[in-house]
């Protein structure tokens, strides 16, 4: 048996989340996961979204755990991970017609969330959707206390980190041809957000 790294919180919110991409990506063929972590979420969601291809993707230092659980998984439709940091990631342009990321944007420096929605963009087809899964601040306000405990904690660890504000993520979203379509309201006061890529 393969050495797996294991996340408890990728396990509570898997089901959750797989609900909403069932409907989200329910015309997708080829979905992008940004900062997949331990590959966790991949191998669920690629197992039961068996209509679409799922490519992991993070920074090096991850692939070593995400191909573990892909290949302990025996799932078919998933990838193994791309590099991709998304301060300096190239991919080509209409890749994808939907892209995942969850709990990234507040380990991501504000600056490199700006380069993330910029990357989703140019990657994803026109049409294509965008769900980004977290905790988030909106208009400055957080949902709960504990969020803004949360905040606090990772700014202490890294004054880089922090809950990023819904609202401003969708102005800067907005300037590269992402419109906000939807916003779920998760367990564990988290929420995901739906963007479109314009048509064209
Ligand atoms: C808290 S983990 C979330 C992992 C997984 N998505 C989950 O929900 O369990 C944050 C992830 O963001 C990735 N990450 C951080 N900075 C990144 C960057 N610049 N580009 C791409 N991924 C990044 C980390 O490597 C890590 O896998």
Known sequence: MT???FAQAAVNNAAPILEVLRHEFRDCTEVLEVGS???????????????????????DENHAVIEAWIADAGVMNIRAPLSVDVRT?????????????????????ADAVRD??????????????????????????FNTASNERFDRQLRRRDPDM???DLLALEEQAARHGLERER???MPANNLLAVWRKESG
């Open 89 to 109: 990631a190239d991919l080509p342009p209409d890749a994808y017609d939907g892209i995942y990321s969850s709990n990234t944007a507040h380990i991501m420096s």
């Open 162 to 164: 922090g809950l990023r």
């Open 116 to 141: 993330m929605l910029v990357l989703v963009a140019r990657a994803l087809r026109p049409g294509g959707i965008f769900c980004l899964y977290g905790p988030f601040t909106k208009g400055g306000r």
């Open 37 to 59: 972590g331990t590959g966790q979420h991949a191998v669920t969601f690629a197992a039961d979204l068996d209509h679409l291809q799922w490519q992991t993707s993070d920074l």
């Open 183 to 185: 916003l779920y309201a």
């Open 3 to 5: 050495e797996r790294a």
